[in-house]
């Protein structure tokens, strides 16, 4: 049985049996492979993408629940290998270690941002509570989520 799937504007096809973890035919299938599978159990954010526009966790979903619907991971954020606004706040804050949280902490926050485009820290640290980093502190992920809202970062933030 053949799977129809719309991956970062792309339709592609998969046949995996219908309850595979959507992250692993990403990463498996279509060598897609910055959503990360840390945790497999939807707590950790390493493996968000964005479901029809909305966080979700990869890891959670049936690549069968996907069919037909719209699926942009960390890869789609970085078209013609540009990083996104975030992406390059993320790196002039130098927020990122190890860099397995980093792909679920961008998908997450980059669709914060395009709602709450003017957020206070609390909100950022609030918008954090799915994603886990063992690495750092979160200190320089807020500060690069701020300098994004207020402009001083890089620009254009949408979902």
């Known amino acids: ?49 964005w479901l029809d526009g909305k966080p979700a966790m990869s890891c959670l979903v049936p690549v069968g629940m996907a069919a037909g619907r719209e699926v942009l991971t960390i890869e789609s954020q970085a078209p013609d290998d540009v990083l996104s606004p975030l992406q390059q706040a993320f790196e002039q804050h130098d927020a990122v270690q190890c860099g397995m949280c980093f792909p679920g902490m961008v998908m997450s926050l980059t669709s914060f941002l395009a709602q709450t485009p003017d957020p206070s820290r609390e ?9 886990i980093c063992r ?23 949408t979902a």
């Not at 959507?22 to 299938?29: K, Q």
């Not at 909100?123 to 994603?131: E, R």
């Not at 690495?135 to 933030?157: H, L, P, Q």
Request: with cysteine; proline share 2%; net charge neutral.
């Open 1 to 49: 049985m053949s799977i129809s799937l719309h991956i970062n504007g792309e339709e592609r096809h998969s046949n995996s049996a219908p309850l595979t973890p959507l992250a692993d035919v990403l990463r498996d299938e279509f060598f897609l492979t910055g959503a990360k599978t840390v945790c497999r159990e939807g707590f950790c954010g390493a493996c968000t993408v």
């Open 123 to 131: 909100q950022v640290k609030a918008a954090l509570s799915g994603n």
């Open 135 to 157: 690495c750092t502190g979160y200190e320089r992920i807020v500060d690069a989520a701020m300098s994004v809202a207020r402009g001083t970062g890089a620009k254009g933030i």
